[in-house]
C-alpha cells in the first residue's frame, strides 16, 4: 500500500494527558479546524446504489455469497460547501470499509468536491449481508487458492465511479442552510450490551445479534445510550438532510446469501418514503458491544418488527426537532496511531491463512489483522472527524468502538448535542475500552489494537470537542 495514498501524519508528537502518561504511551497528532462564517453555508445531497452482484463474498467471504437481493444496499452523503473547502459526509450500507480501501473512497469523494481528503468522512452501517472491503487483505489472500476476495475489483471501481459521479451532481444543486435542528427520542426494545460478565470479572456469555437463550433474554440490557439522535439540515422551513445516529449492531439474521439493509436501513428507506422532499441518513453509534440480542431471536419475523421499532425512534426524534438559525461552523479532524495488539503475531497468522487445510473464516478473517499491522508499520493513523455547528456536535469516528466513547464524548461538553458517527475507517476491527480487554469475549479476540487505544482515542476525541 503506497503511503501516498493517505494523507501525511503530522510528526509532533505528545504524551496526552495523565492516563496516557501513565503508561508511557505517545500518539502522533494532526488537528486541523476552522470557525467559518455561515452566511453562505449551502448543502447538496447524493445517493446511489452499491448493492453487490450474485455471486459476490459477503462479511469477508466467509459467510454464503449472494444469491439474491431482498431490497437493494445504498451509499448516501451531502457536500457542505460555502466557507472553506467543501465537506463530504458519506454513508454506506456495506460491514465495513478498511484501510487503504476507505481511503479510496475518501480521495475519490474529495477530488469529486474539489477538496482535500482531511475534509471527507466515510462510515458503513455494518449490515453482514453486504461487502467486508478490504484491498490491503486482498493482496494478501490474491495469494493463496480457493479463498474469496473481500470485494470484486469491478465492482469496487464502478462504486467509486458512482461515488464521483454522484458529487458532481450534488455540486450542481445546493441548496442554502439557513437553520440546523437537533432532537432525540428513546428506541424501546431494540438495543442490548452484548457482554455478559460473571462474579470472576469475566465475560461469560456472549449475547449477540440474535438469541433464543432464555439466560440472554432474562438479563436487563445492560450499558448502551437508549437514545436515538437526529440532526437535520433546513433551507428555510424546509428539512433538507436529516441524519439519523443510534448504536447497536444492525442485523436481524444473516448468511442467508440475501442482501438486504436490514431493520435500520428499512426504517430509513421508510422514512425516505414518507419524507420524499428530505435525503435521509442512518449512522451507527458506537455499537461495537450492543446488539439486539436480548429481544431478537433471529426468526425472519423479527426484522420487521425492529424495524417497526426504529422507526417510531426517528418518528419522535422528529418532533422533538428545534430548529435554529445557524450562526456558526467549525470542522476539526484529529489523526491518532494506534499500538497493535501484542497478540497478533504476523508470521503465525501467515502460516494460518497459507494452510489449506483450514476453515475459510480461519483464513481470511487473520489476513485481515496482518493487514492491520502492515498498516501501522508504516505509521498511517486513523483521522477522526468533528462538524460542529452552533451547539450541535457530530462527531465521525473509526470502526466498532464501544459504547462507552459515546457516552464519555456526551459527558465531555453536556451542554451540546453530541451525536455520534462510528464504522468509519474499519481497520482496527473492534476498538473495546481498555478494560474491556481481561474480561475477555469475543471483541477483545477480534481487536487488532493494543488497549492503549483507549487512552488514545478518548484524548483524541477530547480535541474533536476542544474550544467548542
Avoid at 370 to 396: C, D, F, Y
Avoid at 399 to 427: H, I, K, N, T, W
Avoid at 442 to 463: E, N, R
Wanted: neutral net charge; proline residues 6%; contains cysteine.
Amino acid at each position: 500500500m503506497a503511503t501516498s495514498l493517505f494523507r501525511a501524519i503530522n510528526r509532533r508528537t505528545f504524551v496526552a494527558g495523565a492516563a496516557i502518561g501513565a503508561i508511557g504511551t505517545r500518539f502522533s497528532s494532526a488537528a486541523n479546524g476552522s470557525q467559518e462564517s455561515t452566511s453562505d453555508l449551502k448543502i447538496g445531497t447524493f445517493r446511489f446504489d452499491v448493492t453487490p452482484p450474485l455471486g459476490h463474498s459477503l462479511c469477508g467471504g466467509w459467510i454464503k455469497p449472494v444469491e439474491a437481493v431482498d431490497d437493494p444496499l445504498e451509499a448516501i452523503g451531502y457536500v457542505l460547501q460555502g466557507h472553506g473547502k467543501p465537506i463530504v459526509v458519506c454513508v454506506i450500507d456495506w460491514t465495513g470499509l478498511l484501510n487503504s480501501a476507505h481511503m479510496k473512497w475518501r480521495q475519490a469523494l474529495a477530488e469529486a468536491a474539489g477538496t482535500t481528503v482531511d475534509r471527507v468522512t466515510v462510515h458503513v452501517v455494518h449490515q453482514h449481508n453486504a461487502p467486508f472491503a478490504c484491498l490491503d487483505t486482498d493482496q494478501i489472500i490474491a495469494a493463496q487458492e480457493g479463498l474469496p476476495l473481500t470485494i470484486e475489483k469491478e465492482f469496487f471501481d464502478n462504486c467509486l465511479r458512482s461515488a464521483r459521479t454522484s458529487v458532481e451532481q450534488a455540486l450542481q444543486a445546493p441548496v442554502p442552510v439557513t437553520h440546523i435542528g437537533s432532537g432525540q427520542a428513546a428506541v424501546l426494545q431494540v438495543a442490548s450490551n452484548r457482554r455478559l460478565i460473571g462474579l470472576d470479572g469475566k465475560v461469560r456469555s456472549q449475547r449477540g445479534s440474535s438469541s433464543n437463550s432464555a439466560e440472554h433474554q432474562k438479563y436487563p440490557e445492560g450499558l448502551i445510550d437508549p437514545m436515538l439522535k437526529q440532526v437535520a439540515f433546513y433551507n428555510g422551513d424546509q428539512k433538507v438532510a436529516a441524519c439519523y445516529y443510534y448504536a447497536c449492531h444492525p442485523m436481524s439474521y444473516y448468511g442467508d446469501g440475501r442482501v438486504s439493509s436490514d431493520f435500520c436501513g428499512l426504517a430509513r428507506k421508510q422514512m425516505q418514503i414518507d419524507d420524499p422532499n428530505c435525503t435521509h441518513l442512518y449512522f451507527n453509534g458506537c455499537g461495537g458491544n450492543i446488539g439486539a440480542g436480548k429481544y431478537n431471536d433471529g426468526s425472519k419475523e423479527m426484522r420487521p418488527v425492529l424495524m417497526q421499532r426504529m422507526l417510531a425512534g426517528m418518528q419522535e426524534s422528529a418532533k422533538a426537532l428545534q430548529p435554529e438559525e445557524v450562526v456558526s461552523v467549525k470542522w476539526v479532524t484529529q489523526d491518532i496511531l494506534p499500538q497493535v495488539n501484542p497478540t497478533i503475531d504476523v508470521e503465525k497468522l501467515m502460516a494460518q491463512i497459507t494452510d489449506p487445510t483450514q476453515s475459510v473464516v480461519n483464513r481470511n478473517r487473520p489476513a485481515y489483522a496482518v493487514a492491520w499491522a502492515q498498516r501501522i508499520q508504516k505509521e498511517i493513523p486513523l483521522t477522526l472527524g468533528g462538524l460542529h455547528i452552533n451547539s450541535v456536535s457530530m462527531l465521525h469516528l473509526p470502526s466498532e468502538c464501544f459504547v462507552e466513547y459515546q457516552l464519555r464524548a456526551q459527558a465531555q461538553v453536556p451542554a451540546r448535542f453530541v451525536a455520534c458517527a462510528a464504522y468509519g475507517d474499519g481497520g482496527p476491527w473492534y476498538i473495546p475500552t481498555a478494560d474491556a480487554y481481561p474480561q475477555g469475549g469475543y471483541a477483545p479476540s477480534v481487536a487488532w489494537c493494543s488497549p492503549a487505544i483507549d487512552p488514545i482515542l478518548s484524548t483524541g476525541i477530547q480535541g474533536l470537542l476542544a474550544d467548542v
